[in-house]
């Protein structure tokens, strides 16, 4: 079975650095093509691709957000790490991690979301 | 960034209807296009990869087509458990994009 599970703070003051973390079982991020990555949606709006991670270390993320975001990923823990930086409240969204088989292909197994609101 | 407009926005329609939506994006991107569903508080579905391969497990109602720049998801014979809402996605080139979504509700 393939699961994936975030984990992490659910509320930050702005300015403060979240870091979230996947926590995946029932596939190895070693596996040739095999990418994890992160999407997050704000309460009522659409979805928003953050970050991406593949088997051979390429990181892909969004222009938008890049100088504010690392992904880094523990194999030997099945483990993907995104920190964000200097949060603010439009950040406020549920994160979600997600397993990309393919540079062609969708995400096709998610984790169940985690909320993080940003407020003071 | 490549631009994803889903058309239309909402729709209303009943149980057994026949409901197809439509995606464009602002350039090409071959086939590399996905349709997800979501339902209120859950994570995304993938239902369709590579403009019209049917993930493992989807019901055979759904079909997805297109190329280049216009696809459509199609879904036949609408069940009660399929009013949610409907996301295109391209994986042609970075940054990924998502469309803004499609919500299906019941008529």
């Known amino acids: 079975q393939i699961t994936l599970e975030e984990s992490g703070p659910t509320l930050l003051k702005p300015t403060q650095t979240l870091a979230l973390t996947c926590t995946f079982s029932g596939f190895s991020l070693t596996t040739s093509g095999m990418g994890v990555g992160w999407i997050r949606q704000p309460p009522g709006r659409a979805l928003e691709w953050i970050a991406l991670v593949y088997w051979d270390e390429d990181k892909r993320y969004s222009p938008s957000l890049k100088s504010r975001l690392t992904i880094t990923k523990d194999t030997s823990k099945n483990q993907v790490v995104l920190t964000m930086t200097n949060m603010d409240p439009v950040d406020t969204a549920t994160y979600y991690c997600?397993?990309?088989?393919?540079?062609?292909?969708?995400?096709?197994?998610w984790g169940q979301g985690t909320l993080v609101t940003v407020s003071s | 960034d490549i631009q994803l407009t889903q058309s239309p926005s909402f729709l209303s329609a009943s149980v057994g209807d026949r409901v197809t939506i439509t995606c464009r994006a602002s350039q090409g991107i071959n086939s590399y296009l996905a349709w997800y569903q979501q339902k209120p508080g859950k994570a995304p579905k993938l239902l369709i990869y590579s403009a019209s391969t049917l993930q493992s497990g989807v019901p055979s109602r759904f079909s997805g087509s297109g190329s280049g720049a216009e696809f459509t998801l199609t879904i036949n014979s609408l069940q009660p458990e399929d009013f949610a809402t409907y996301y295109c996605q391209q994986v042609d080139s970075y940054p990924i994009t998502f469309g803004q979504g499609t919500r299906l509700e019941i008529k």
């Open positions: 997600a397993r990309k088989l393919d540079r062609g292909g969708g995400f096709d197994i």
